[in-house]
């Protein structure tokens, strides 16, 4: 198991619940594993915060071997009290629509998805194949 992060502080708390994985500082748009060499990648309540979404779903694409999956978790509503302040860079994440617009361009397609609710959080959680 691998991962990445561009915080040090997230990936403090990442080896505190996975002490066995490789985990490093590094950039979703530029990914530092080798061609073929994952069958999932995640991307778990970040895709918003990545500035360059088409080179990550490049890369995503690019590190995933043949029938590999990526699994994506986006706000479709948030407790803007519970997160802080309203965030309105989830909104162009908060649909299987516009997510999947983000993602196509890369050659992702959704295998199934699912929206989970907890209190005034929903999460869209949604898997994807790639056809690169």
């Known amino acids: 198991m691998a991962g990445i992060d561009i915080s040090p502080r997230m990936l403090e708390v990442a080896r505190r619940h996975l002490p066995h994985a490789a985990l490093a500082v590094g950039d979703a748009a530029a990914l530092p594993f080798a061609t073929d060499s994952f069958d999932l990648v995640t991307c778990v309540a970040a895709l918003h915060l990545i500035p360059d979404v088409p080179a990550m779903t490049d890369e995503c694409?690019?590190?995933?071997?043949?029938?590999?999956?990526?699994?994506?978790a986006t706000f479709v509503a948030s407790d803007p009290v519970g997160h802080g302040r309203p965030n309105p860079a989830r909104e162009r994440f908060d649909s299987l629509d516009k997510t999947a617009a983000a993602l196509g361009p890369s050659g992702f397609e959704a295998v199934r998805h699912r929206i989970f609710r907890h209190g005034k959080d929903?999460?869209?959680?949604?898997?994807?194949?790639?056809?690169?």
Request: glycine content about 8%; charged content about 20%; aromatic content about 4%.
């Open 61 to 72: 694409a690019r590190v995933l071997r043949s029938g590999g999956r990526v699994v994506t």
């Open 122 to 132: 929903a999460v869209l959680i949604a898997e994807w194949s790639c056809s690169r």
